[in-house]
């Protein structure tokens, strides 16, 4: 299986900041690489496709960079509703793994 | 508007068995292969299982290889998961999520939308 690693696990930042998150595949998954968001107590969300392709209506602070085994997520000029955790998936093979999470607090 | 809409939770004694269901709305089901979610408490996400559009393929994570069952009635618009030999370790928010296409296994594919969720809880 394809092992996904977020780093980091947490992160605080502030209203309008830029923060990026990181997600490591085990094996190079070429750009198969989505990202969701899941606010407290609701459903996942998905945010980006493909390693860079924002979904429609998902604001353009959202970005995704990379290919092959290293992606990030960054967000430039936190807004309140962005404080969320933040899951990357590799759509490479079966089965579809996740990372950990990476947990937006407000600092 | 697409909607999933999950049922079937609730408290099950270990080694006991379950169904969920997932009710969807919005599309033809057919074409659109679906799979199961699970968040434990406090948890991350962790992919159960998949099912092919028309039924005839299903993956499932090792963690529940066996144990459980996906299928579909494509003439109710109803995904299900069948759940037996459940352990406290499966306690968590079952989720259904739509794929991109009628396949479970297409580099590229996303899951989109997610259903709201249903809490399975393994105790005695």
């Known amino acids: 299986d394809i092992q996904m690693t977020q780093s980091p696990s947490s992160l605080s930042a502030s209203v309008g900041d830029r923060v990026t998150i990181t997600c490591r595949a085990s094996?190079?998954?070429?750009?198969?690489l989505n990202w969701y968001q899941q606010r407290p107590g609701k459903a996942p969300k998905l945010l980006i496709d493909?390693?860079?392709t924002l979904q429609s209506g998902v604001p353009s602070r959202f970005s995704g960079s990379g290919s092959g085994t290293e992606f990030t997520l960054t967000i430039s000029g936190l807004q309140p509703e962005d404080f969320a955790t933040y899951y990357c998936?590799?759509?490479?093979?079966?089965?579809?793994?996740f990372g950990q999470g990476t947990k937006l607090q407000i600092k | 508007e697409v909607q999933l809409l999950e049922s079937g939770g609730g408290l099950v004694q270990p080694g006991g068995s379950l169904r969920l269901s997932c009710a969807a709305s919005?599309?033809?089901?057919?074409?659109?292969?679906m799979n199961w979610v699970r968040q434990a408490p406090g948890k991350g996400l962790e992919w159960v299982g998949s099912?092919?559009?028309?039924?005839?393929?299903?993956n499932y994570a090792d963690s529940v290889k066996g144990r459980f069952t996906i299928s579909r009635d494509n003439s109710k618009n109803t995904l299900y998961l069948v759940m037996s030999g459940l352990r406290a370790e499966d306690t968590a928010v079952y989720y259904c999520?739509?794929?991109?296409?009628?396949?479970?296994?297409?580099?590229?594919?996303?899951?989109?939308?997610w259903g709201q969720g249903t809490l399975v809880t393994v105790s005695s």
């Open positions: 099912i092919s559009g028309s039924g005839s393929t299903t």
């Open positions: 919005g599309i033809t089901f057919s074409n659109y292969g």
């Open positions: 094996q190079s998954i070429n750009n198969y």
């Open positions: 493909a390693a860079t």
């Open positions: 998936q590799q759509s490479y093979t079966v089965p579809r793994t």
């Open positions: 999520a739509k794929e991109t296409d009628q396949y479970t296994t297409r580099p590229g594919n996303w899951f989109d939308p």
